[in-house]
């Protein structure tokens, strides 16, 4: 132990100081150490942030696939009166022999550019003639048409969720089509992709099916582009 102190002291009288070269070592030991480091953060906040927008994107989805899905296993069949354009620029109204109807209007956001139809039109399980869309501020939104309350007034109703609800998610895109091939007639595919400045993208998809409509009846399910 006497021998290692006093090998200690004969070093340290040595090396009073560092040499430029020492110190350049130095500084390039630690640029190095914390470049590592920084990239070990990185790479942890980008996980994190990934997992929670993950997470994020799968609960607002499934609170917004959870009102459409309620909605459209409900419609049933009836008629829908609906306004047609002529070819002079005048409209009227039609009485339309199917329950549903899948279409791209372009006063309703979530189209972008997969395929599909951004408007869903059909009648509830209440009877209430309803379509589900996408509001210009990328929100879900149930549009009852009007109907006659109480008072003889005409009220129309649009239904949307609190923004809270969305967690910081807009709806990018949302689209319905009529699957072909081994589904049955009654069944609605639809895509839904939520856009967060922070997170990113998240899609979800999920098959829906009417069960008051008959599974071997195409007519019953209109597709168009107006």
């Known amino acids: 132990m006497k021998k290692l102190k006093q090998l200690f002291r004969k070093f340290h009288n040595k090396n009073q100081g560092l040499t430029l070269v020492e110190m350049i070592v130095t500084f390039m030991l630690i640029g190095l150490f914390m470049i590592a480091a920084s990239k ?40 829908i009166t609906t306004e047609v354009k002529n070819e002079d620029g005048t409209t009227n109204e039609v009485t339309l022999p199917y ?23 059909f009648t509830d399980a209440q009877g209430s003639h309803v379509y589900i869309g996408v509001n210009e501020e990328g929100y879900l939104v149930v549009h009852y048409y009007p109907v006659v309350v109480a008072s003889g007034e005409v009220k129309s109703t649009d239904w949307v969720f609190d923004q809270k609800a969305y967690m910081g998610y807009s709806i990018k895109e949302l689209k319905f089509t ?38 071997n009846s195409d007519t019953q399910i209109n597709c168009k582009t107006e």
């Open 40 to 79: 070990v953060i990185a790479n942890t906040v980008s996980v994190y942030y990934t997992a929670k927008g993950t997470a994020n994107g799968m609960q607002v989805s499934s609170i917004i696939a959870s009102k459409i899905r309620g909605e459209i296993e409900g419609a049933r069949d009836a008629t």
């Open 99 to 121: 329950v549903m109807q899948l279409s791209t209007d372009a006063t309703l956001g979530g189209q972008n550019e997969t395929t599909g139809y951004n408007k869903i039109e």
């Open 178 to 215: 009529q699957p072909k091939g081994d589904y049955a007639d009654n069944i609605i595919y639809m895509s839904l992709t939520l856009h967060s400045s922070r997170y990113g993208d998240f899609t979800y998809t999920e098959y829906i099916q009417c069960y008051n409509l008959d599974a």
